[in-house]
C-alpha cells in the first residue's frame, strides 16, 4: 500500500504540474492573441505596402527591369568612357605640370628666375623704362632716328598740338 500511496502523491504532483504548464500556456496563448490583435491592423497596412511595392516593381515600364536596363546602360557608357585611361592620362598630365612648377620655384628656367630673382625684376623694369623714353623720344624728336624720312620737330609739334586737342 506504501507504493500506492507514493504513486498517488507522484501522480497528484504531476498533475499539478501539468496544470501550472496548462495554465503558462494558456496566459501565454492569450497575451499572444492580445498582442496579434493590437498589431492586426499595423500588419495588414504593411503587406498593403509590400503588395504595391511588388506590384510597382514589377511594372515592366517604370519598375526593376526599367531601372536594371538603365544601371546596365550606365556601366557600358561608363566601360565604353574609358575612364581609368582618362584618369591615367590626367594624372600624368598633373605629374609634369607639378615637375615644371617646382622647377619654377626652384628657380629654373627663365620664369623661375623672373619670379625667384629680384636682379632680373629690376633689369626688367629699368629696360622697360628705358624703351618707354627712348619712344617718347622718338615721338618728339622722330628726325633724330629717321633723317631724311621723318618730318620736322615743327611739324611734329604741331601734329602734337592737333592731337591733343
Same mark, same amino acid.
Given at each position: ?11 497528484? %504532483?504531476? %498533475? +499539478?504540474?501539468?496544470?501550472?504548464? =496548462? ?6 496563448? #492569450? *497575451?499572444?492573441?492580445?498582442? @496579434?490583435? +493590437? ?9 498593403? *505596402? ?6 510597382? $516593381?514589377?511594372?515592366?515600364?517604370? &519598375? ?6 538603365? @544601371?546596365?546602360? @550606365?556601366?557600358? #557608357? $561608363?566601360?565604353?568612357?574609358? =575612364?581609368?585611361?582618362? /584618369? ?13 612648377? %617646382?622647377?619654377?620655384?626652384? &628657380?629654373? &628656367?627663365? @620664369?623661375?628666375? $623672373? ?8 633689369? $626688367?623694369?629699368? *629696360?622697360?623704362?628705358? =624703351? ?6 622718338? #615721338? ?8 631724311? =624720312? &621723318? !618730318?620736322?620737330? !615743327?611739324?611734329? /609739334? ?8
Amino acid at each position: 500500500m506504501d507504493e500506492f500511496k507514493q504513486l498517488s502523491v507522484e501522480f497528484q %504532483a504531476t %498533475a +499539478r504540474k501539468v496544470r501550472e504548464s =496548462l495554465d503558462t500556456f494558456e496566459n501565454t496563448a #492569450n *497575451s499572444a492573441t492580445t498582442e @496579434l490583435n +493590437r498589431t492586426a491592423p499595423e500588419i495588414r497596412r504593411t503587406l498593403v *505596402s509590400y503588395r504595391e511595392l511588388s506590384d510597382k $516593381l514589377s511594372d515592366e515600364d517604370k &519598375g526593376l527591369p526599367k531601372v536594371i536596363a538603365n @544601371l546596365s546602360e @550606365l556601366s557600358q #557608357n $561608363l566601360n565604353d568612357a574609358n =575612364l581609368k585611361a582618362t /584618369v591615367d592620362s590626367a594624372n600624368v598630365a598633373l605629374s609634369s605640370f607639378n615637375k615644371t612648377m %617646382a622647377k619654377i620655384n626652384d &628657380g629654373e &628656367g627663365s @620664369l623661375g628666375k $623672373l619670379l625667384n630673382e629680384d636682379s632680373i625684376y629690376n633689369n $626688367l623694369n629699368t *629696360s622697360l623704362k628705358s =624703351l618707354d623714353s627712348l619712344l617718347t623720344h622718338m #615721338n618728339y624728336y622722330p628726325k633724330h632716328f629717321f633723317g631724311p =624720312l &621723318g !618730318k620736322k620737330h !615743327k611739324k611734329v /609739334v604741331r601734329d602734337l598740338e592737333k592731337a591733343q586737342d
